[in-house]
């Protein structure tokens, strides 16, 4: 899965960037990179500015390493880090509060998780269950229901039940976890990754 795009006319391989070398290329939803002030030049016009290098929001350039090492290292990583910060930012995230949320909410987002059509289902190891489907993703935390008596297990079932795809720590792959650690471990992108990568 692509979380931005790198322009380039120099061969490079970086994993989980659309490296391309013009702009009709790139993914417009996600950050872009231009590398080289040459390149930069031909794409944006003679105006982009030598000391400003965030040219409009989510776009980008740097010196190439033949210009300015030093400078495109630093830029480099700074964007890869920017791509990794922003990622899923434009996907919704809704949290089932069986404790503290309102009885009325809490139904109306059983009914429309129980309604998921194709879910992805992510279990952790530490209690937490996140369902992707329709481009939300759900959050529950089992450990609260060690509160109501025979509710676990009862519940684990029904959400089990909405959909094959159901993720375990242990079946994920090794493209996925690596991302998620890239990602600094926010586990609630996993099924959106698994559903939309090429993992499956």
Request: include cysteine; hydrophobic fraction near 35%.
């Amino acid at each position: 899965m692509n979380i931005g795009n790198i322009v380039t006319k120099t061969k490079l391989n970086v994993d989980n960037f659309n490296v391309c070398d013009d702009l009709e290329s790139i993914n417009k939803g996600l950050p872009t990179l231009i590398i080289g002030r040459k390149l930069s030049k031909e794409l944006l016009g003679e105006g982009i500015s030598i000391i400003h290098k965030n040219i409009s929001n989510n776009l980008f350039w740097t010196f190439d390493q033949t210009e300015r090492k030093s400078d495109f290292e630093s830029d480099f990583e700074q964007f890869k880090e920017y791509c990794f910060d922003k990622f899923g930012e434009n996907i919704p995230y809704v949290f089932l509060d069986i404790l503290y949320g309102s009885k009325r909410v809490n139904y109306r987002i059983i009914k429309k998780i129980l309604s998921l059509s194709s879910p992805v289902i992510y279990f952790t190891e530490n209690g937490m269950v996140y369902i992707y489907s329709e481009n939300i993703i759900f959050g529950i935390d089992l450990n609260v229901l060690e509160y109501f008596e025979n509710k676990k297990d009862k519940i684990i079932s029904r959400i089990k039940r909405i959909n094959d795809i159901t993720l375990v720590d242990h079946k994920i792959f090794n493209k996925c976890k690596d991302l998620i650690y890239k990602l600094k471990n926010k586990n609630r992108y996993v099924p959106y990754i698994y559903g939309n990568g090429d993992e499956r």
